[in-house]
C-alpha cells in the first residue's frame, strides 16, 4: 500500500485520464462567489464554452458564454440557487467535455458532490447529474431544500447508524428512501484504542461487510435507473467513501482518481452542519449522544482531519485490502458478496457512462 495518492495534483489525479481522448483536459468548474462560477482547462487549441440548466442538455439547448478562448479560464455570473453545466469543445478537432460544481454550494450541508466527470471503463466518464454523495443533511436551509430538490433525485441511500438516523434525521423528502439499521457499537466496538492508527485501521476493514447490505441497494437502484441518487453518512468521508470506492471500481474509474475524490472530503467537509447540537443532560445513557456530543465539546473536531494515519497510509486503503484479501478482487467482492454480476456492470457502465 502507498497512502501517496493525494499527493498528485488534484487536476492530474481527477482528469489526467482524458488526455489521451480528449483535447481539452484539466477541466474544473469552482463556485468562487454566491453569482460567479470560475470555469477553468487547458488546451492547446482555443475552445468554446457553453453553458446549459441541464447535465444532458444537448448542443442547441445550451448559450454560448465564450468562444474562441486560449486563456483557459473564465468567470461565468450564474445564479446562487442554480446549478449551472458546461460544455467545453475544442474548435480544432471539436471534442467536448462536460462539467460541473463537483460540490453543491449549500448554505448548511456538508460534503454534498456530484460523483460526475470522473475517466472510466473504454475512455468514458462518468455522467454528471447521476450520482451524488454527501454528509449528513439534518440541517439543511430551505433554500439549500430547493437546490437539492431541483437535482431530481428518486433515492437516498442513508448508510448511517440507528442512533445517527435518529439522532439527526435527514431534511431531505419526497425521495424513496433506504436504510440498514446497524448500532454505532459495530463500528466502535474494535479492540485497539480509540485515537490510534489501529483502531482506524479495524473501523475501516469492518465496512466491507457491515455495509454490503447498503451497497447491494445503492446498486440496486442504479440499476433500476429510476432517476439520480444519493448515499451518504454522517461526515459522508468514510462509510461514504468506501461506497464510492466500490461504485467507481464497477465504474472503471482508475484507482489514483478515486482515492483523490476520497481525499476531497477534507476540503469540502463542514461538520457544524452534520449533527444538531446535542443535549447530554436530556440523555445521559445513550452512547451515541454521548460520543456524538464530545466531538461537539472539541474545537479540533470541527476541523476535517486528512483521511491518512500516521504513516501516511490513506485509511481507504485498509477497507480495500480487507476485501483483496477476503475476497480476492473488487470485482470477486461484487459478485460474491453484493451480488452485481458482470452483466450487471456492463449495464451500468451503458447506463451511467458518456
Known sequence: MTGKFAALPLAFALFSAQAAFAAVTAEQAERISPGLVAVTWSDKAPVD????????AAMSEAKLVADDNRKGRIEVPADPADRPYFILVDTKDGARVRLAERVLPLDQGSNFRDLGGYP???GKHV?????YRSGGTPMLSEADLAKIADLGLKDLVDLRSSEERVLAPTRIEGVRYTAVGYSMARIRGQTAAPGTDEYMHEVYRVFPTML?????IVFEDLLAGDGPLVFNCSAGQDRTGFTTAILLTALGVPREVIYADYHLSTTYRRPQFEMPHLDVAAQPNN????????YQRDPAANKPKPLYDSQQHALL??????VETRWGSVEAYLDKELGVSAEDITKLRAMYLE
Open 317 to 322: 486503503e485498509f477497507a480495500l485490502a480487507e
Open 120 to 122: 472510466a471503463a473504454s
Open 212 to 216: 454490503a447490505p447498503q451497497i447491494r
Open 49 to 56: 464554452v457553453y453553458m446549459a440548466d441541464r447535465p444532458d
Open 287 to 294: 452512547p451515541a449522544v454521548q460520543m456524538f456530543a464530545g
Open 127 to 131: 455522467r454528471w447529474g447521476r450520482i
